[in-house]
């Protein structure tokens, strides 16, 4: 396999970096990890808080199925090992935004061992071949609840909205070298999480977080020490947190200093790390198994459950996509990155494929290059007056029909559609009403053609010896005296045939 | 005829609502004025007399209506501090929840609520039910109604459930909750003269009980005899939703099978608990205690629990960990007492709170707790701990295999003199001994008195039983409470 040249260049010499990332992703279910409260993201603040969640005396938790079942199906979405027995442990530690005074977590016996993911070969962006990365575990456990310092001038306000969601901790091996691969791995992480539905990846909200892990080393060497920038939130800022931080350690060694195992913040605005707190002032979590919960045993039907509805994954939607329907790796690959995206377009494949009478394989690049390109062109220039609604898989399948049949063109496809998401009119119509159709019929291109030829004889004549390139004059001509509405493919039939 | 009430225990006071002898709401009086009139025994953190007199109304006005009544149907009941209660303090003895209001009801006293019963006050106990003696509530020590023949010195009600425990032989109330982590339902019983239960593990919901140590805590009945005892049970256990490790089985009619015919029944006879020092008074009733269920018709052997004497310190290891990070929730943020010094960060405001609002060995147990949990040492003692704790169990399955219960003394010794142990917590913890080993199993366990001492102090016979099986337990106490013939009770001085 072909590894990634990535280094750090020090004065010493180079120097590879190596980063392991822990993705915190919040279990997509409507109640909290061991409570029924509400998971709602943007509510009034301590307005969707349990007697559990605030850990009033006596209270208990009790594990939510569904929080369960989207650990085991994202377990089996990276081909990992599921545990049958599983245990939640308590990892106890004094903060206001932690009403038990304990986070319910799972140290010992996570609920997911080892799992896989691959990442795609991206030589632009220095990745060379396709690359395994190593995942270590899942454990399952709560977030705690959020602090508000800016609301009072000496007092900090705690909200626990947020106290006791599920969270997912994925683990991964220490198994990436550069920043490219760390972003590939969240971005291929995320899709997987969205594809299976246990997260929705909305890392701005901070549904999806990381902690990085970054140690440097001489290429080849043994691991040097790490450090873990806690809580970036997003692909950018991982990236940039592995190149400041790589730097940082590189030049802090070459200074002759030592790494040291640390706790580290991300400073977006300066990019840059700084300490957070050192192993020495390191809490002692005092980890041991909750004894408020039973150990998790998952019984044989609900695993087959959790594996039956586990939808087509990214790698293999993207094999079926260039394998099955013919696309390009480009094509494939831009459509199966974000559910949304395969989502429209398999919806519009059928469409057109029934409509056209035809196999989706024989319309897949059509129908590909329209989702990829043509349609968020259109999209994206008419901004705000584009009435989504109207945006139909009908409609569009429609305007395909119509540019399959050779009776539009291709920028006439793009005129209907903007109407279309103007207005909602049926594009057929509209291709009607306002003239925008092509010319199919051979006589009235014919008697053009032989008009163009019979003006520029000396041009013929030219052709005829041998000048192919005029053959595209004759085409523009041929185009002009039609006013653009002739079929390209007509024209370039007839005129073939009458230049002999 | 209204004084003689307060001498009538649960069954006898529900027979009698029901057939219209005295009505609920004369019940709930006498018993609010004999509780009342006790303050110097201090059993209550605070009284609820209204809570009993309307829940009276309603049981006299459902039987005025005709309609049908609960198991507990009049009877007003004491509930020891530690249960949430709907609206009434719950402070668990401590300082750090002294005002706290739960907006919630825990699911036992709900459950006692349904069955017809009503709540004279919440019962003192020590805090966080940590103690053997009732003497590290914040709200003061509990005083035994019992007296030493000849003496006026204050003796120790048994911990942690002492409140219940005096209150019950004091006849202040006909029946109490306790919770037993460590034998705090079993050695108060033993140490006042009463009868108490503690169910296996999973058989009441811990939903809205203080927690103490998870693992362990059961809530049961204390009341003056073994059928009380089995109808208050009956109400209070159940399947809870809310609670985990909450057994998902029937509640049988543990009240309606009582039966102390032993025939056919093996008792087994610990030899490890016939340890060295233990009062020659308590092996004496030991002994009657064998020769009774042997009279009752059972056959008595020879078993051995052999780890039983590393139950102790199991326990000692288990229970504070589990407590130092059930505690950890009484931080000053959201409820309860809150000390935050002048200019005071976090911090501050965590060390403040907890060092005022945490008594002298609740703070014990915290720092122990933590201690055998933190990194270096969680293997040396949690870990070796919780290996004890399974071959505790296993004890007991192996003798199971040879008897259908297990007879032992409560406790070594008699009640002992307020403040005679309160400065060695080491003697104070060895007043558990013979009932912390059931608790680490989580097997059902009684305490029934059985006679008293030289002094006139009642002691107590420990019947542990298998799992699941109350009945057996219940059976077997039912036969020594009828040879026993215990009729003692304290006088009153108070």
């Known amino acids: 396999m072909t590894e990634t040249t990535y280094r750090i ?67 089996m979405a990276i081909e990992a090992q599921i545990n049958a027995w599983s245990r939640f442990d308590r990892k106890n530690y004094f903060y206001a935004d932690l009403p038990q005074g304990y986070q319910i977590s799972q140290l010992f016996h996570p609920i997911v061992g080892e799992g896989q993911l691959l990442i795609e070969a991206d030589e632009k962006a220095g990745i060379p071949a396709d690359k395994i990365i190593g995942i270590e575990r899942i454990h399952v456990e709560q977030d705690a609840g959020k602090l508000m310092h800016d609301q009072h001038p000496t007092m900090s306000y705690v909200d626990l909205n947020r106290s006791g969601v599920a969270l997912m901790e994925i683990v991964s091996k220490p198994d990436m070298r550069s920043p490219a691969e760390a972003g590939a791995y969240v971005r291929k992480l995320r899709s997987i999480l969205r594809y299976v539905g246990s997260c929705d990846g909305n890392m701005e909200q901070g549904s999806m977080r990381a902690d990085v892990n970054v140690s440097v080393r001489r290429p080849g060497d043994e691991f040097g020490t790490r450090t873990e920038t806690k809580n970036v939130n997003s692909v950018r800022f991982v990236m940039a947190v592995i190149e400041q931080e790589a730097r940082r350690q590189v030049d802090l060694i070459e200074d002759g200093g030592t790494v040291v195992q640390e706790t580290r913040l991300y400073d977006p605005d300066k990019n840059e790390t700084r300490s957070m707190r050192s192993k020495e002032d390191a809490h002692d979590y005092r980890y041991f198994p909750d004894p408020d919960l039973l150990p998790l045993e998952l019984d044989q039907a609900f695993l087959d459950e959790c594996r039956a509805s586990l939808p087509e994954l990214p790698d293999a939607k993207r094999a079926r996509y260039t394998g099955a329907l013919g696309l390009n790796d480009y094509n494939a690959a831009q459509l199966t990155m974000e559910v949304e995206v ?159 | ?216 805590d059961q809530a049961g009945p204390m009341a003056r005899d073994v059928t009380d005892c089995a109808i208050m049970l009956g109400a209070m256990a159940g399947f809870d939703p809310k609670d985990a490790t909450s057994l998902d089985l029937p509640v049988p009619d543990w009240a309606g099978s009582l039966n102390a015919d032993m025939r056919g029944k093996k008792v087994g006879i610990p030899r490890e608990y016939r340890m060295d020092g233990t009062d020659p008074e308590i092996l004496k009733s030991w002994d009657d205690g064998i020769a009774w269920l042997k009279d009752a018709g059972a056959e008595v052997v020879d078993i051995s629990l052999p780890h039983t004497k590393y139950a102790l310190p199991a326990y000692y290891i288990i229970a504070p960990a589990e407590a130092s990070s059930n505690l950890a929730r009484y931080d000053g943020v959201r409820y309860g007492l809150r000390d935050l010094p002048e200019g005071a960060g976090l911090q501050d405001m965590y060390a403040a709170t907890r060092a005022d609002g945490f008594g002298d060995e609740v703070k014990r147990r915290v720092i122990i707790g933590t201690y055998v949990l933190s990194a270096g040492f969680y293997d040396a003692y949690y870990n070796q701990a919780q290996r004890v704790r399974t ?69 107590g016979l420990q019947i542990v039983g298998k799992a699941f099986d109350e009945q057996g337990v219940l059976n077997a106490g039912l036969a020594i409470e009828g040879r026993a013939g215990f009729i003692a009770k304290p006088e009153k001085w108070w």
């Open chain 1, 9 to 75: 260049h020090g004065a010493t010499g180079e120097w590879e970096v190596v980063i392991g990332l822990e993705v915190h992703a919040q279990v997509t279910s409507k109640s909290k990890l061991f409570s029924g409260a509400d998971t709602t993201f943007g509510a009034e603040p301590n307005s969707q808080v349990s007697l559990v969640d605030a850990a009033m005396p006596g209270m208990l938790p009790v594990p939510n199925r569904e929080c369960i079942r989207q650990a085991v199906r994202t377990g």
């Open chain 1, 342 to 500: 395969f989502a429209r377009f398999e919806t519009l494949l059928a469409e057109t494929a029934t409509r056209l009478g035809k196999s989706e394989a024989e319309v897949a690049t059509q129908v590909a290059n329209w989702t990829l390109s043509v349609a968020p062109g259109v999209l994206k220039s008419l901004g705000d007056e584009a009435q989504l609604e109207y945006n139909t898989a009908a409609a569009n399948a429609g305007i395909l029909q119509m540019v399959d049949a050779g009776t539009v063109s291709g920028g006439q496809a793009k005129e209907i559609y903007e109407l279309v998401l103007r207005t909602g009119r049926d594009p057929a119509e509209i291709a009607e009403t306002e003239g925008l159709k092509q010319q199919s019929d051979t006589g009235a291109i014919e008697a053009e053609i032989d008009k163009v030829l019979a003006g520029n004889p000396e041009k013929v004549a030219e052709y005829r010896g041998g000048k192919d390139k005029l053959f595209g004059f004759f085409v523009g001509q041929t185009m002009k005296a039609m006013q653009g509405k002739a079929n390209p493919a007509v024209v370039n039939d007839l005129l073939k045939v009458k230049l002999g």
């Open chain 2, 1 to 216: 005829m209204s004084s003689d009430l307060t001498q009538l225990g649960v069954k006898a006071i529900r027979d009698g609502v029901a057939d219209g002898s005295f009505t609920a709401r004369e019940v709930a009086e006498v018993f609010n004025a004999n509780v009342a009139a006790a303050a110097a025994l201090n059993a209550f953190i605070v009284t609820t007399p209204d809570h009993a007199l309307d829940a009276a109304d309603r049981v006299d006005a459902d039987r005025a209506a005709g309609r049908p009544l609960g198991s507990l149907a009049g009877v007003p009941i004491g509930m020891k501090d530690l249960f949430a209660t709907k609206g009434v303090q719950t402070t668990a003895a401590s300082h750090i929840l002294e005002g706290f209001i739960p907006e919630y009801e825990s699911t036992v006293s709900q459950n006692l609520w349904n069955a017809g019963a009503g709540m004279l006050g919440k019962l003192n106990l020590d805090q966080f039910a940590m103690g053997s003696s009732n003497e590290t509530s914040y709200f003061g020590n509990v005083i035994s109604p019992w007296r030493k023949t000849g003496s006026n010195a204050a003796l120790a009600p048994g911990g942690s459930s002492g409140g219940s425990s005096t209150a019950v032989s004091a006849r202040l109330v006909p029946a109490a909750t306790g919770t037993d982590t460590g034998g705090s339902i079993r050695q108060p019983a033993a140490f006042t003269g009463i009868t108490g239960i503690k169910p296996t593990y999973g058989r009441c919901s811990r939903w809205g009980i203080v927690a103490f140590a998870s693992s362990l």
């Open chain 2, 391 to 459: 071959l505790i169990s296993q004890d007991f399955e192996n003798a199971f295999t040879e008897c259908d219960i297990i007879l032992a003394p409560t406790t070594p010794t008699a009640a002992f003199a307020l403040g005679d142990k309160s400065d060695d917590p080491l003697a104070m913890y060895l007043n558990d001994v013979f009932a912390v080993p059931a608790s680490l199993a989580g097997l059902p366990a009684m305490s029934v008195p059985c006679g008293v001492n030289k002094d006139g102090l009642p002691l």
